[in-house]
């Protein structure tokens, strides 16, 4: 076993139960979706990070999980963000061992592609459900979300050392 893989294998799942339930609480917050469209689902990048850093322990049965829970929490029609978290988490585990071997710019295209590919699926059922269509601005946030995708990266590994070197 590599330094790499025990560093990884190592990640207490309290830690990786607590980022769930941190960016979920910033996903709950009732901001009004005319002036705050541009935020990213920092739950979708919450997910993202885990499946691309350890993939041996977040797959899609969680992304399934968790997006039930997302949709409780933002009272969206129950399966919604069940759905697109699931195939967003298929398509991100089946380039895992590519995007983790790139540099952070490399990898906030493939978040880009993964966050994009959620908003068409959350955008399609909308309006499935509602026959409304949620405007072309809903797609800001997943461009913000690949821009903060290096700075997620280096918070979660300082995260991760600070906890190793105890």
Do not use: C
Not at 30 to 44: G, N, R
Not at 78 to 93: C, D, E, K, N
Not at 142 to 163: E, H, Q, V, Y
């Amino acid at each position: 076993m590599t330094d790499f893989e025990d560093f990884h294998n190592r990640v207490p799942k309290s830690l990786i139960l607590s980022s769930f339930v941190l960016a979920m609480l910033l996903d709950f917050m009732p901001f009004p979706t005319e002036s705050f469209f541009w935020l990213p689902e920092f739950t979708a990048l919450i997910l993202l990070y885990w499946v691309i850093n350890r993939p041996q322990s977040i797959g899609v049965g969680t992304a399934f999980i968790i997006g039930l829970l997302a949709d409780i929490g933002t009272a969206a029609p129950l399966g919604q963000h069940a759905l697109s978290y699931m195939l967003i988490t298929f398509l991100v585990q089946q380039q895992q061992r590519q995007i983790i071997l790139y540099n952070y710019g490399v990898q906030a295209v493939a978040v880009l592609g993964a966050l994009l590919s959620n908003q068409v699926i959350l955008m399609l059922v909308r309006l499935m459900h509602d026959h409304r269509f949620s405007g072309w601005l809903g797609f800001t946030a997943p461009f913000i979300g690949a821009l903060l995708w290096p700075l997620l990266s280096k918070i979660m590994l300082t995260i991760l050392n600070s906890r190793r070197l105890r």
